[in-house]
């Protein structure tokens, strides 16, 4: 995939996601619509500031995408696997133990889920990031 197809589906995928928002925020549901729009406005701009910053590394002759960053990328994603892989065991057991006295939403829980999981990428991405 060329870099001019990964902008035009990413781009792509933002304009799906703004004319959900839109189309949530027309249907009443102004609050998801909102966080929604204002996710992808803030997606857009962090994207366009790193490319920029991509665009300049590349003018400068440096390889913005070098080994160093693929490694800690790397065992920062094994890293989080494995935190949350035990983390959603013990919660599983757990609520093996107390039953169903706790009812989750299970789109709630998957969200949950999936922030828990961004947060401790992004935690030992950082944590290898200083320690290599």
Known sequence: ???DSKKLVKYLSLVLLAGIAIW???S???SFGSGLLAGV???GIITEIRQRRVAEMQKKGLNPYDERAWSLAGLAAYGAVRIFAISIALIVLIGSIWGPE???DPYNL???CLCALLGIYVASY???NRKI
């Open 102 to 104: 706790v009812q989750v």
């Open 110 to 112: 998957l969200g949950v």
């Open 1 to 3: 995939m060329t870099t």
């Open 126 to 128: 950082y944590y290898y």
């Open 24 to 26: 949530q925020i027309s």
């Open 41 to 43: 406005i803030i997606t």
């Open 28 to 30: 009443g549901n102004s």
